[in-house]
């Protein structure tokens, strides 16, 4: 993998046409397939007994991912993750190499921070995203350096942020979720959910409460 694998604006744009091609590409559908397994390795949100699931294909990158994770998560923590309805499995599908390091960073920590730093990434992505030492390019030095940044608020040092980017396990893992979204559920675009076996694509909370009332109430 090359280390200045393209320039910050083409980065930024080729994220947004990947994200926004996809929300128009699975905005609205909802074709059945096979019940997706919860695996060891899966991040839950929530409830492993909950009765309905939702399993989301998200890159940290995706700025529709940032804004389903910044309008709606908070609503569907409270109203159904909480309240024990609903648990939603995280799996990490990258757009590019710096989505990659960035979850395999956010493998270093346990279940709880773990949601805690992907929200924290989603929400600054213009933070962690560019370019610190001001070249005109982003590479992935630059988005280390992002990521140490990020780090110190979930009380992670430079370090470990470094060794955590580079660690064989986090990014086999994360490579794994990638691979299978895409040869196994056909995921092409983030952020894209598994409701029940049945595949959407970003859609409002009032949307997704008609979806998940009637599965909750069964």
Same mark, same amino acid.
């Given at each position: *993998?090359?280390? /200045? ?24 559908? @909802?074709? @059945? ?5 919860? /695996? ?15 399993? $989301?294909?998200?890159? *940290? ?5 940032? =804004? ?7 609503? %569907? ?14 799996? $990490? ?7 990659? *390091? ?17 929200? *924290? ?12 030492? +001001?070249?005109?390019? %982003?590479?992935? /030095?630059?988005?280390? $350096? ?10 992670? @040092?430079?370090?470990?942020? $470094?060794?955590?980017?580079?660690? /064989? ?9 990638? @691979? =299978? ?15 029940? +076996?049945? =595949? ?11 979806? %998940? ?6």
């Amino acid at each position: *993998m090359n280390k /200045k694998y393209r320039t910050y604006g083409a980065v930024v744009a080729a994220v947004v046409v990947l994200a926004i091609g996809a929300f128009w590409f699975f905005g609205g559908s @909802s074709d @059945s397939i096979a019940s997706i397994t919860i /695996k060891p390795t899966d991040m839950i949100h929530g409830s492993a007994s909950a009765p309905v699931t939702i399993v $989301e294909y998200a890159s *940290m990158t995706c700025p529709h991912c940032a =804004e389903f994770q910044k309008d709606t998560i908070p609503l %569907l923590t409270k109203d159904y993750i909480d309240p024990g309805k609903v648990k939603l499995v995280f799996r $990490e599908f990258p757009l590019d190499a710096a989505a990659r *390091m960035a979850s395999a960073v956010a493998r270093c920590l346990p279940n709880d921070q773990y949601f805690s730093f992907v929200d *924290m990434l989603f929400k600054n992505q213009s933070n962690w995203i560019k370019d610190f030492d +001001g070249d005109g390019q %982003l590479t992935l /030095k630059d988005v280390r $350096e992002g990521l140490v940044q990020m780090g110190r608020f979930a009380g992670l @040092s430079r370090e470990k942020v $470094e060794a955590c980017s580079d660690d /064989k396990n986090n990014l086999a893992l994360v490579d794994a979720n990638w @691979s =299978e979204g895409q040869t196994k559920y056909k995921v092409d675009g983030t952020p894209t959910f598994f409701i029940n +076996g049945a =595949e959407h694509g970003p859609m409002a909370y009032a949307d997704l409460q008609k979806i %998940l009332d009637p599965l909750v109430k069964k």
